[in-house]
């Protein structure tokens, strides 16, 4: 059974041409899907909006619309398409506006087989390419929330930098500049929020001492506990529990 990893599409008006491009990638080129055949501009939009190419093999000179002219319309929602664009003429005009249309490859007609075939596996290579940066950053991104879970479910604990960065098989200091880059907060910052924010819940939730609950939220020490809690709540615990206290008798 073939599996297809590649989908192209070839949007080319003259129908010699459409049955020679695809025999030449069809007989040269595996695990390459020929999605869709269109026979003017227009049809090519339709074509590339229902089968999703990778790559389009686009006439410079069709009917309804030209290819610069699809290629543009078909930016909107393809962004990453690869496309490559066949001519009958060389114009530098042409070139440089496919240039800035992300065009990859300008092919003059008759095209060669031999240069098509190169012009598909560069792109093939690209999309190869642009596939694996994806995985990584899926990849890195669940190790990051695998990573919070950590912390979550570990904050009372006496854990740290290197023992989350160990969790999920991460060397510490990239685990340490991708996790500020995914969070906007270093790692000690998050543990300090999570942390704190418990023991605001405790303040006003239970009758337990500072110390208790200081212990209760990962810190072994009162006086630094308190210390943290004034940086980031901009008063004390008492102070806090006080004023929350006093605002849930009112309510009362």
């Known amino acids: 059974m073939n599996i297809y990893l590649y989908n192209i599409l070839i949007a080319e008006d003259e129908s010699l041409e459409r049955r020679a491009l695809k025999h030449i990638i069809s007989r040269k080129l ?5 999605c869709g055949e269109a026979k003017n501009g227009l049809e090519a939009i339709e074509m590339a909006k229902t089968n999703n190419p990778d790559i389009i093999i686009m006439n410079i000179d069709m ?5 610069l002219e699809v290629q543009r319309e078909i930016l909107k929602f393809l962004p990453n398409v690869l496309t490559i664009i066949t001519a009958s003429f060389d114009d530098f005009a042409f070139t440089q506006t496919a240039i800035r249309l992300k065009v990859i490859d300008y092919l003059l007609k008759p095209v060669k087989p031999s240069e098509l075939i190169e012009s598909i596996k560069r792109g093939i290579s690209r999309i190869n390419l642009q596939r694996n940066q994806e995985t990584v950053k899926e990849c890195n991104n669940t190790l990051i929330q695998e990573a919070m879970r ?4 570990n904050f009372d604990q006496d854990i740290n930098l290197e ?5 999920v098989h991460l ?4 685990f340490c500049r991708y996790f500020k880059s995914k969070t906007g907060v270093n790692f000690t910052e998050y543990l300090s ?3 704190i924010k418990k023991a605001k819940e405790m303040l006003i939730d239970t009758n337990e001492n500072i110390t208790e609950i200081s212990m209760s939220v990962g810190y ?3 006086s630094y506990f308190g210390k943290v809690f004034l940086r980031i709540v901009g008063m004390t615990p008492n102070k806090f529990r006080a004023q929350n206290k006093k605002q849930q008798l009112l309510i009362l």
């Open 150 to 153: 950590f912390i979550e479910n």
């Open 63 to 67: 009917p309804e619309l030209n290819g």
């Open 163 to 167: 023992a989350a960065a160990a969790f």
């Open 220 to 222: 072994t020490d009162s």
């Open 171 to 174: 060397n510490s200091q990239y």
């Open 193 to 195: 929020s999570l942390r």
């Open 30 to 34: 595996n695990h390459v899907n020929i």
